[in-house]
Structure formats: C-alpha cells, structure tokens
C-alpha cells in the first residue's frame, strides 16, 4: 500500500511540475504578445525621453555625471560641489576664483531696476553675457534686492564689475553698446 501511495504523491509532484510549466510558458508568450504590441503605441517612451535636456542643464560642465549646484559668476558655466567655489557671495568654478582672486575689479554700471522696468537690468547682463562670449573677458555682476514689508522684489541693484585695467577700454565699449541697443 505504501509503494502505491508513494507512487501517487510522485505522480501528482509530476503533474504540478507540470502545470507550473504550462503556465510559466503561457506568461512569457503571453508577456511576448504584450511587447510586441507595446511599441505601436509608443507615445510614453517618447515622453519619457523629451525632459532630458532640461535635465543635462543641471549637470556640471566640467563632470557630465555631476548634479549642478551653482553657475560661475563669470564663464557662467555649470559647476557640481567639487567645482563649486564661493567667495564674497559669489560663486565661482574653481579656474575663475582665480582670475577673481588675483585682479583688482572696478564698477563699470550700476543700474536700478524695478519690477515695471526690469529691461533696465537686463542690458547690463547680455553686455556682460556678450563680453565673456564673444572675447572672453571677465566681468561679473553683483545683484542687490530691495524687498518690502509684504516679501515682495521692489528694486533690483545690479553692479557689473570688471577688471580695472580694463576699465577704460569696457566703459567705451559699454556706451556703444547701449547707443546701438536703443
Ligand atoms: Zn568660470
Ligand atoms: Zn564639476
């Protein structure tokens, strides 16, 4: 009796082994037949693959794989916490806190702007863009809020620096500058 018993136990261990493989082979064609039909709608994927380049913005310039914490003052690139200097309230990459560090800086413009006239403030900056894109030379701005009693920006004090014995050649080049903007 025992035998017969023990032949029965193996004979339905057989039998559940292979049912589970029935139904292992009927999820993958199953799951097959789901992949192959997933691609004709391929919205998602897309989707997925348009918010890349707002991402890499805030990646490091220097280090791809580096989340950004801060922008130099005067390349205006991209820097990770490695990168990432500070001094005097500025942020810097580490090659330009150098170049901040080892020149005198002048004020070239010091403009007010409000929050019904920000293009005042404005110019000042695509001067400052312009002079690092086009000559690589370095400036920077120091911004100044004025906020009232509800937290709100009334005045923005915008200072462009540059190096001082540069001064001259950029106060000339300045003028021209906002006699052709206007
Ligand atoms: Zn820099
Ligand atoms: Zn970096």
Known sequence: MSIDNNLIVILLLFVICALAL?????????????????????????????????????????????????TCAICHQ???QSCYRETDGLHFCSEHLRTYTENQW????????SVEQPEDGLEVYLFK?????????PSYLVTHYQIDVQGDYVETLTSLY?????????????HAYKKASQ
């Open 22 to 70: 029935i139904i292992v082979i009927l999820i993958f064609f199953l799951l097959k037949v789901l992949s192959k039909e997933s691609p004709k709608i391929d919205g998602p994927p897309q989707a997925s693959e348009s918010p890349r380049p707002s991402v890499n913005r805030s990646f490091c310039s220097f280090h791809s794989e580096e989340h950004a914490v801060s």
């Open 78 to 80: 991209s820097i990770c």
């Open 106 to 113: 002048a004020l070239l413009s010091q403009v007010r702007s």
């Open 129 to 137: 863009t312009q002079l690092w894109d086009k000559d690589l030379t």
């Open 162 to 174: 540059v190096k001082e014995s540069e001064l001259e050649s950029l106060q000339e080049q300045f």
